[in-house]
Every structure is written in C-alpha cells, then in structure tokens.
C-alpha cells in the first residue's frame, strides 16, 4: 500500500460527458502528479501541483482540468469525453526535499468511454 | 530538454536467466534516476533509485548503476523469476519538479 487512494477504482460513461477523479496524497506529500496510461501511448504526465499550485504542465488536453485543495487532496475533471480518453489515470505524491524524490502511485482509475 | 529512452519490449526469458534493460538519459546537470514496476493491475511502485553518479541502486536482485559517463542507467538481474513479470520504467527527475518517464518495458518470464 503507497499510502496515495484514487477514487473511483473504475468509471464507465459516455461520449461528451464530464467526469472527476479523486486522489489523496501521502501523508506529509505536497506535490501531486496526474498520469495518463494508454496502451498505445504508455505513461503520459499530465499536470503537477505542489500545495495547492499548478507547478508543472504535460500533455494535458484542454478538455482537461485539475485542482489541488487547501486538504492537498487533488482532483482531475475530464470533460466532452472521448473514446480516446479510455486509459488508466494514476495520481502520485511525493515531498520535496531532497531524498523524498520518490514519487508514490496509487492505484488508479480505468476510465472506459463508451 | 530532458528525456529517457529505454529499450523496447516485450522481452521474454526463460527462469532463472540474466535480465538487461537497457535506459539511457538525456539532461543537463545531474538528475535523480529511478526504475520503477508495474506489476499486472496495480499502479507503479519504486524498485530503485540513485541520486548521483556511480551509485548503485539495488533491490529485490535488480541493480542499476548511474553512469554520468554514458548517460545510462541499466537494470539488471542476475537471475530472473516468474514472478518478476511485468512492465518496467525507467524515469529521471532534475530540480524540484516533473518527472520524466520512459515508454516502459515489459518482461515476461516463462517457467
């Protein structure tokens, strides 16, 4: 157990809808990461936030949105889906000082767009 | 800018044979490399790190050198189990933010 939590575990929807995921850092983390895991395209980084601010950019589509809390809990919006969007999204915390480099991964969310 | 490639998969093995994949690194300075697994269905975990030239980052039996000369950071394995199957991923950070990951590589060992 990393001690990251991403809910849902799966979410199945439709074309053009909205969906949000959820994740909550390790205890003490203040950056959070946004991974997209795609077959065809492997571990994409998508956004990262340290306390509560965007600190680095991907390839985030613009449908796409975050948000880290004042918690440091963190959220991904995805909207006007697609079927491409299908994959699995990881969130993953990790500190800052030197010898916290390592990033953990939760479990992450498999989103199907039917 | 920064990037990891790494050698592209699937490799297969038989048990008990010696395991490369090969990672090499493209920065400037001196970034923090890391080779992290993904066990079938779960998220990534840390196999190894190492945080500066010439150390050695082992673990489980996988061991990686940072090599500041070649810019590389293989994992190896002396002898590899069933269990050891799944996909691979070598990743460098450099300052305070943004990982960088390769493509992964995915291992399979036949009994």
């Known amino acids: 157990d990393s001690g990251v939590t991403q809910t849902p575990k799966h979410l199945i929807t439709a074309t053009g809808q909205r969906v949000t995921l959820r994740c909550s850092p390790r205890?003490?983390?203040?950056?959070v990461y946004w991974y997209q895991q795609s077959l065809d395209q492997g571990l994409q980084f998508l956004i990262q936030?340290?306390?509560?601010?965007?600190?680095a950019k991907g390839n985030i589509l613009e449908r796409f949105s975050a948000q880290q809390f004042p918690d440091l809990h963190s959220e991904l919006n995805l909207s006007s889906l697609e079927l491409g969007d299908s994959a699995l999204y990881f969130c993953?915390?990790?500190?800052?000082?030197?010898?916290?480099?390592?990033?953990?991964f939760g479990p992450g969310t498999r989103l199907l767009v039917l | 800018g920064n990037s990891v490639t790494q050698m592209e998969g699937p490799v297969t093995l038989s048990e008990e044979a010696f395991l490369t994949i090969n990672c090499t690194y493209t920065?400037?300075?001196?970034?923090?490399l890391f080779w992290y697994v993904q066990y079938p269905g779960e998220g990534l975990q840390l196999l190894l790190k190492a945080t500066k030239a010439d150390d050695k980052g082992s673990n489980k039996g996988f061991e990686a050198t940072y090599r500041k000369e070649t810019t590389s950071f293989h994992l190896e394995k002396g002898s590899v189990q069933v269990s050891d199957s799944a996909v691979y991923f070598c990743?460098?950070?450099?300052?305070?933010?943004?990982?960088?990951f390769g493509t992964g590589t995915r291992l399979k060992v036949l009994a």
């Open positions: 990743a460098l950070k450099q300052g305070t933010y943004k990982y960088i």
């Open positions: 936030y340290y306390n509560g601010e965007e600190r």
């Open positions: 993953a915390s990790s500190g800052e000082r030197t010898g916290q480099e390592t990033q953990y």
């Open positions: 205890s003490g983390d203040l950056s």
């Open positions: 920065a400037t300075g001196y970034p923090s």
